[in-house]
C-alpha cells in the first residue's frame, strides 16, 4: 500500500536527548531505509547539551507533516513531553500526516524504516515500529 502524498514514503522522526544518538540512529536508518525515505532529528538541548530543544522539535514536526507526512519516534522522559508540547502547536492539517509510535527507540527505528521504504502508510510504519517491541534478541 503506497504513502498519501509526494513522492510516496512516509518520513521518521527521530526526537532524543543526544545528537549523538539520533545522528548515529540516523545513519542506520538511512541505510536501512534507502534514500527516498526523509529521516529528521530533532536531538540535543538548545546549547548543544543532552536534552531536547521544543523549538527544534516543532520545526522536525512541521517538516515531517508535508508531503507523505511521518512517524515520530522518542528516546524517553522530556522527548515525549516536548513531542506532546509540540503537537499542540500543530494545525489539523499537519496533525493527520503525523503518527506517534510507542515504540523502542531503536528497534522501533530500524523497523520503521524498513516498513516506509516499501511504500507503507504511516499508520503502517508506526505499526511496525511498535511490534518491534516483541522481538526477542536472544
Do not use: C, W
Request: no cysteine; charged share 20%; hydrophobic share 50%.
Amino acid at each position: 500500500m503506497r504513502g498519501e502524498t509526494a513522492n510516496g514514503y512516509v518520513g521518521i522522526i527521530l526526537v532524543s536527548h543526544s545528537e549523538a544518538l539520533a545522528s548515529g540512529l540516523m545513519d542506520l536508518a538511512r541505510q536501512v531505509a534507502g534514500p527516498d525515505v526523509e529521516i529528521i532529528a530533532a536531538a540535543g538541548g538548545p546549547d548543544g547539551s543532552l536534552g531536547t530543544d521544543g523549538a527544534r522539535v516543532l520545526d522536525a514536526l512541521r517538516r515531517g507533516a508535508r508531503g507523505s507526512g511521518a512517524v515520530v519516534l522518542m528516546d524517553l522522559g522530556s522527548s515525549v513531553l516536548s513531542v506532546k508540547a509540540a503537537l499542540g502547536q500543530l494545525e489539523d492539517e499537519e496533525l493527520h500526516r503525523l503518527q506517534v509510535a510507542d515504540a523502542p527507540f531503536v528497534e522501533g527505528t530500524v523497523a520503521a524504516a524498513v516498513t516506509a521504504s516499501t511504500g507503507a502508510t504511516a499508520a503502517e510504519v508506526a505499526r511496525a515500529a511498535e511490534e518491534a517491541r516483541g522481538v526477542a534478541k536472544l
